[in-house]
Every structure is written in C-alpha cells, then in structure tokens.
C-alpha cells in the first residue's frame, strides 16, 4: 500500500460530510492499518519478541484503546502517559516507563500502581526508585536503561552511543548493578533496556542494536548472577514521512532477527523481549485534514492559505526535528482528476515557516477545498505547539471495522484556562 493510497476509499463527499460534522481542521486515524502494522513486526520476529507501542507517538485514547487489542504493551514517558495508557484499559503491569526526568511523584505512582518495568537511567534515580519502594513498602521493578558505547550509523536521530541525556553509559553500568543489589528488596530488577534512536532505515542497524542488546543482557547476568527476565530492545524503525516512500524493510531483516532471538529465547525461556515502537506503526495510518480559506499570489508564487499548519501539524512544516525539510504527501480531498497547479501551502500563523508544502503540485485548488497531509499518524498533534495563536485544536477521528469515532474533540483555547 502507497502512503497516500490509505485513503483512496474516501470520496470528496465523504470527506466533505466528515469536516461538516467535526469541524476543520481534523485528523483521521486508521486503527485497522496500525493492527496490520504491528503484525507486520511480529511476523518479521516469528513471534520471538513482542511489540510495545509508544505512546508519545500518538496518544489519541481511541487509537490507544484500539491498539490495546493488538500491541502486547506501551512504553509511557510521563505520568500522564500512564494515566492515558489506564484510561485505555492497559493494565500498569504491561507498561514500560522511560525518560530521563521522572519526577518523584511520577515514579510514586508508577511503584505504587506496579508499572512492568521501570527503565532507570541513572545512579540516581536507582537510589530514588528504592527509596519510594521502602516508603511504599511495595518494591519497584525495573530495568537498567544503557547507553551503548557504539551505536550503528543508520540511525537518523541517535540517541545513545555518544553523550546524551539517556540511559547509563556502558561503563557505568557495572557500578549501577552493585547499587542495585545493595538496595535489596526494594528493587526487583528484571533486565536491561537499550533504545539508541529513532528514523533507521537500515535493518543492518537494527540487527546490530540487537546484538548489542543481547551481549549487554548476558554480561548482566554474569556479572550480577541475576536472570534477565525483560530486555526492550527499543525502537525506531524508520517511515519517511516526507520525501520519498521509504520504510525499514523487515523483510530483510527478519531471518537475522529470528536467528539472534531464537538463540536467546532458548536460553532464556521466561525472558520477554519486545521492541518499543511509535513512528513505524503509526505514521502511516494518519491523515490531517485542513480547509483552503484563501488562495493568492505573491510575487508570481500561487499560496493556498489553510486553517491548519503548524500548530498541529509541525513535523510537515519540517521544525520538529528535520535536519532537511521535505514536503508530506498532500493531497486535494474535494477533487479528483482536475488541472494540476503548483502551490505553497501555508498554515494560518504568523510565522513565515508555518508552509505545510513548498512547491507542491496538486489539483487546482479553490477556498473551500479540503487539503490532507498523509503520513500524519505520528508525531502530529502530540508534538505541535496546539496553544500557539489561540485557533482551536482539532478534533482526532478513529476508523476501526468501517465506523468513524472521535477520540479526542476539539478544545477551545478557553478549555486550556
Ligand atoms: C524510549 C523511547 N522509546 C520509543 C520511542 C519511539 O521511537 P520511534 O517512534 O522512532 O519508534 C522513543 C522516541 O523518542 C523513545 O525515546
């Protein structure tokens, strides 16, 4: 399936009768595409790990609720990750807390309320999690988040291998095992967690990582004589959102994977392993969806002025994170075979940047017209600046088996008072 052809089904009336009903903009999950997503990863493992997904990608409740039925977890970042995983019926048992600035009543309520695993990314926050535990008298299970000493290239956003704000270097990890077995009880820790970045396209990069990951389990093991019973080999499996179709191919991947797992599984029968993914299961089943209010020209340059950019959709006008910028798929939802144009598309804020498309060729376009950015399902909303001008914040569609829910309305900018 191409990135765009997700939406072909939908008719210009179809999405008409949508934005009449929610307001524009809007966004528009697919929660079918996500399940078929997450059984593209387990296929590729042959069922040796598992699949977490992560919240921070998109954490709509109804696409939570829908994935709950097909992922076997979810790494939370905050507390109110934790809370919106609970709302979505995930029992804190089948959650993985990580992040570099857990605060001491996030971790309290984590401890209290049994989260899985807690990834513990410092010397400090060892100490912290078995100082709440004895406070709680409930012990805290976690594991230790490494950063590794070498990280493989194709990761595009490299979280680890150098020095970064995440996770235990390497060679401190040796002293972190000891601190965690002088506080006895207290801490019950079930393995390790290495997550080394984000956007690789490269299944010899995920390979390695893993490898990695594997080797730095069985050197805990025969340093602390412990039995790693959880290691989260991480994520970031790359989807260009922008740009050309390019994915991680797991099909390439998946007979070294299989290999490696396999040899660990039979080693280690009552380990679970997983992968934490967010961007390669939900990227591809968004679509943000926003109403042409003007059409002008500047300077011999034909703009399609929109009630939407980037303040819910900043990574399409290329300012979260994107060393390059490059252009989503966008695409005229209210017409078909129509004279192609080029245009600039552009966002309703002050901010000469807030330009969801430059030079962008597309069916002539009218105000009125519905305008989607496809490959929207991650890292929209979640990581937009939503306050910013006051406009509201759109409402957040579900697909699931054919019916169309809200999983989140609009709000106001009142509603932020
Ligand atoms: C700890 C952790 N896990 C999982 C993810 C999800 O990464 P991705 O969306 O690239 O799969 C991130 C992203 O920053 C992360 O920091």
Avoid at 181 to 194: F, K, N, T
Wanted: net charge neutral; with cysteine.
């Amino acid at each position: 399936m191409t990135m765009t052809s997700v939406w072909s089904a939908f008719d210009p009336a179809r999405w008409e009768a949508l934005a009449e009903a929610h307001g524009t903009p809007f966004f528009l999950f697919d929660a079918d595409l996500v399940a078929r997503r997450v059984q593209q990863v387990r296929d590729a493992c042959a069922g040796l790990a598992g699949v977490y997904y992560a919240v921070k990608a998109n954490p709509n409740l109804g696409l939570l609720r829908a994935v709950n039925g097909c992922v076997d977890g979810v790494d939370i970042s905050s507390g109110g990750e934790q809370m919106q995983a609970e709302l979505a019926g995930f029992a804190p048992a089948r959650m993985s807390f990580a992040g570099p600035a857990k605060t001491e009543a996030e971790l309290t309520a984590a401890i209290g309320a049994g989260v899985g695993c807690i990834s513990v990314e410092s010397l400090r926050e060892i100490d912290a999690c078995a100082r709440i535990a004895a406070r709680l008298g409930k012990p805290a299970q976690i594991i230790l988040r490494v950063n590794p000493n070498q990280v493989h290239k194709s990761y595009g956003l490299k979280m680890g291998g150098r020095a970064v704000q995440f996770g235990i270097d390497e060679d401190l990890l040796p002293q972190a095992e000891r601190r965690v077995l002088e506080h006895g009880a207290h801490l019950v820790c079930r393995g390790l967690h290495s997550y080394v970045g984000s956007q690789c396209f490269d299944g010899a990069g995920v390979l390695e990582s893993t490898r990695t990951a594997l080797g730095l389990a069985r050197a805990f093991e025969s340093r602390t004589g412990l039995t790693c019973r959880k290691l989260n080999l991480g994520g970031g499996f790359g989807v260009a959102q922008s740009g050309e179709e390019r994915e991680l191919g797991l099909e390439s991947l998946a007979p070294g994977l299989q290999e490696m797992l396999g040899a660990f599984r039979r080693e280690h029968p009552a380990c679970e392993v997983f992968f934490e993914l967010g961007r390669f299961i939900t990227a591809e089943a968004g679509i943000y969806v926003t109403r042409v209010v003007d059409l002008k020209a500047s300077r011999g340059t034909q703009y399609l002025v929109c009630d939407g950019g980037l303040n819910h959709q900043l990574a399409a006008a290329g300012t979260f994170g994107a060393a390059l910028r490059s252009n989503f798929p966008l695409l005229n939802l209210s017409r078909g075979a129509a004279d192609a144009a080029v245009f600039n598309v552009a966002g309703p804020s002050c901010n000469p940047t807030d330009l969801l498309g430059i030079k962008v060729t597309l069916p002539l376009a009218q105000p009125g017209d519905l305008l989607g950015v496809a490959m929207s399902g991650a890292y929209g909303l979640t990581a937009s600046p939503l306050l910013f001008l006051g406009r509201d914040t759109p409402a957040e569609l579900v697909q699931r088996d054919g019916s169309i829910e809200i999983g989140r309305r609009r709000h106001t900018l009142a509603d932020f008072n």
